[in-house]
């Protein structure tokens, strides 16, 4: 299939866009792997601090023939995604050794939970914390005693960061190892909807915990499609899972094989063997272009917005919001999932899943099929899915036709015939709106606005009784340089309720919200952001705004708007606590969200 023209004119803008900083990138990872690992070029007293507490692997260790992979692990018992990553290192290790290989615990990175600090001042160091995996990670692979690396990591921050570490160094083949999405529990609409009741004073806080605990009760990612899992999908569009890997349960015979088949992959394409695949030849413009596509198809979390630009600076390209707008026109949603629908991502896979969906975009020619992966060259690899087969893992072609069109439909007859993001643009500054959950009668509102400093004022503001006609909410110095852009989920409730009441109601701000958020109207990731002097610290209340996903605006319609001096905010309150004081550095230092927020690169 000829690859789709819109698709082909992104990916060439986007290599012309990057051809000087990709060919140092390229330059830089070819002397880094003509110098290969040096641990034989180790003193005897650096090989025995390296190999001191290997036991049986000592011997091969020291000969420095076999291929020695060097795990990076988020695992905690904080986040139940990462829970069963706590066994992964003994079966890796005897994995490896069954072909030859030795495996070493290179480092740990750390894993918060946003689940857990969602509203809490925890959460303004959330987005900053997928840096410091990018710097813990390096650390890690720094002792550069390894033939390739496998990365154990899957939620928000995480993979991203473990993706810029894995780009930096992409002289080594890198191979991500999932854990898998933890079983079906509470329908997440009941679970909204308890929430709702809960915002409401309805039903009372035993009630909400019930509901809580019912939807995220046990080992696996959380099951509706937010960040965690729109990682998952990412590492498969773009070649760097086994193919059919993400969406299988922990703690199941198939789940084992699949991480034993990472092993034996990740030690078949060193540099020690005959298939050499460095992931700095994965992580080209090709396969962003096909992370953005599988965005768009899967209505995937805003939070890639964010974070895909930074993995691709890591590697030396250079996405664009402009890039995304224009995959999304051309995309076609084949996937309801939740917040986008009522199934959850166990439903999805068992309905074709990743196999069934990249075939199609493959077909529909949305994919670029000529890519490098770690399953070997071609994308066409993650059109199979992997089955076990009296206890061997097999590959076989996945499901030609969906198992469940109210899930997951053909390119040809798609739930939206383009994907689930939109590009704004106007006087109020740069912003994506995800509207692919937003009913289209809610694509364009106009009405005054109320303007906020921080979350709880809303929450104030609704519980008083204060929203009683159309509002555009405005909830600015929530940006990377004001307090490091925490997620605003906790007002999906509020701002759900009163558009339930029949207000037309739509957010802006500078800040995220969280992939789990839907059918609100929301412009985020505004930029330039108010704590830089942008556009929204010159808004006043009542001025009318207009979001209008439709025709891709974001104005404020105010004669005088350009002539007045912004507002600066008393930002002292996000300078000191729950470790904020330690990120002061980051939040002077740290990009625009445009450009992916980054402090590393």
Known sequence: MTLNDTIA??????????????????????????????????????????????AEDKAALAEGRSPNLGIVTAYNDMLSAHQPYEDYPKLIRAAARRVGATAQVAGGVPAMCDGVTQGQPGMELSLFSRDVIALAAGVSLSHNCYDAALFLGICDKIVPGLVMAAATFGHIPAVFVPGGPMTTGLPNDEKSRVRNLFATGEVGREALMAAEMASYHGPGTCTFYGTANTNQMLMEFMGLHLPGASFVNPNTPLREALTVAAVERAAAITALGNEYVPVAQILDERAFVNGLVGLMATGGSTNLVLHLPAMARAAGVLLDLQDFADVSEVVPLMAKVYPNGMADVNHFHAAGGLPYMIGELLDAGLLHPDVKTVAGDGLSHYRQEPVLVEGRLEWRDGAGVSQNDRILRPAADPFQPSGGLRQLNGNLGRGVMKVSAVSPDRHVVEAPVRIFHDQESVKRAFKAGEFTSDTVVVLRFQGPRANGMPELHSLTPVLSVLQDRGLRVALVTDGRMSGASGKVPSAIHVAPEAAMGGPLARLRDGDVVRVDAKAGRLDVLAEDFDAREPMVADLSSSAHGIGRELFEAFRRSVGPSTEGAAVVV
């Open 9 to 54: 004119r992104v990916t060439d803008r986007i290599r012309a866009r990057s051809a000087a900083s990709r060919g140092s990138y390229l330059d830089r990872m070819a002397r880094a792997a003509e110098e290969g690992p040096v641990r034989a070029h180790l003193s005897c007293g650096n090989q025995a601090h390296a190999y001191a507490a290997m």
